[in-house]
């Protein structure tokens, strides 16, 4: 599993033309790009959600528990992108939707049973994501 974290003083998706998850805290949040691979699980995914809400990235040195900042999760298989040989990446990486889903489900949940405001993307849908970056900060977790 990756998590592509950023951290963001504004986060929002939309998916044909409604803002289907959005987050503007009073200070500052994450935004969360998760990709799953094929040996993921759920052990993964809520040991995955317990570092991203730990993690010190937030003013200060602090996490998004310290502060309860709130947290816009959205699936993107193309973390496991292969740009190795040509010009065409390989998704062979990528955990196919139905293995890859429940485990966006099971992080997600798992952010919210730490006590996480969490808001999200649609998953396998085609989205549009905005976001301020603030710093800007951005950090690539992996199990």
Do not use: C
């Amino acid at each position: 599993m990756r998590v592509l974290v950023q951290r963001v003083t504004s986060a929002s998706v939309t998916v044909d033309g409604e803002v289907v998850g959005a987050i503007k805290p009073a200070g500052q949040g994450l935004l969360a790009l998760v990709g799953v691979t094929h040996d993921d699980d759920a052990a993964k995914a809520r040991k995955m959600a317990e570092k991203l809400w730990q993690l010190r990235i937030l003013d200060d040195e602090r996490s998004a528990a310290d502060v309860s900042a709130p947290i816009l999760v959205v699936s993107q298989f193309t973390l496991y992108a292969n740009t190795a040989k040509g010009r065409r990446p390989s998704w062979n990486a990528a955990a196919p939707g139905p293995v890859a889903e429940p485990l966006v489900i099971e992080f997600t949940e798992a952010l919210e049973q730490l006590g996480a405001e969490v808001q999200t993307g649609a998953f396998g849908a085609m989205m549009q994501v905005e976001l301020v970056n603030d710093g800007p900060v951005t950090v690539l977790l992996e199990l």
